[in-house]
Each structure stands twice: as structure tokens, then as C-alpha cells.
């Protein structure tokens, strides 16, 4: 008769499964201090902040530095470039439509 306590191969995978399921569904922050002290004088203060969670629910809960940290986004740079460039050709171009507009309302003036 099999123990059930100790469940069978399947058993346990199923409930890493389950488990990663919940926790990347859910989410799951761990957070703690560390403080190093000598003489009840603090040298050191570390915090820890761990958040598991899916890249859906990241976003959902407002959590998208990812995609603007210029290591983890390859490209962003050229985009930014890119982004720069074409606001300049915007401002050239509005600057010619505008002249254009008042030469056009000169003229028709002195007809």
C-alpha cells in the first residue's frame, strides 16, 4: 500500500507546478533588512526587496522598468536617437508650412 505522505514522482512535480503557477500568477515579495552594527554603532544597511511574480502581473501592478533600462532593451538607444530626429524634421517642417501660410496671406492681401 502506497504512502501517501510521500506522495509519488508525479505528485511532486504537479505541485511545483501548481506552486509556480500560483506564485507567478499572484505574485510573491520577500523583503527583509540586514544592519551591521559595531559597538551599537550602524556601519552597514542593506535592504532587500525580492518580487516574483509574471511579466503580466508586473505590468499590471505598474512595473515595467524593464523595458527602459538600456541593458535589458537592446535597440532603446537607437530608438531614442531615432525619436530625436524626427521631432526635428517635425519642427523644419511646421517651420516651412508656417512661412509658407504667411507668404500665401501676403499675397493674397495685395491682390
Known sequence: MPNELAGG???GSAGLVDVLD????KGLVVAGDIKVSLAEVELLTIRIRLMICSI???EQ???DWWKYDRHLSPGR???LQENLELREQLRLLERRVASLTRST??????R
Open 22 to 25: 500560483r506564485v507567478l500568477d
Open 9 to 11: 514522482p508525479n505528485r
Open 56 to 58: 503580466d502581473k508586473a
Open 105 to 110: 496671406g501676403r499675397r493674397r492681401r495685395e
Open 77 to 79: 538607444g537607437e530608438v
Open 61 to 63: 501592478i505598474g512595473l
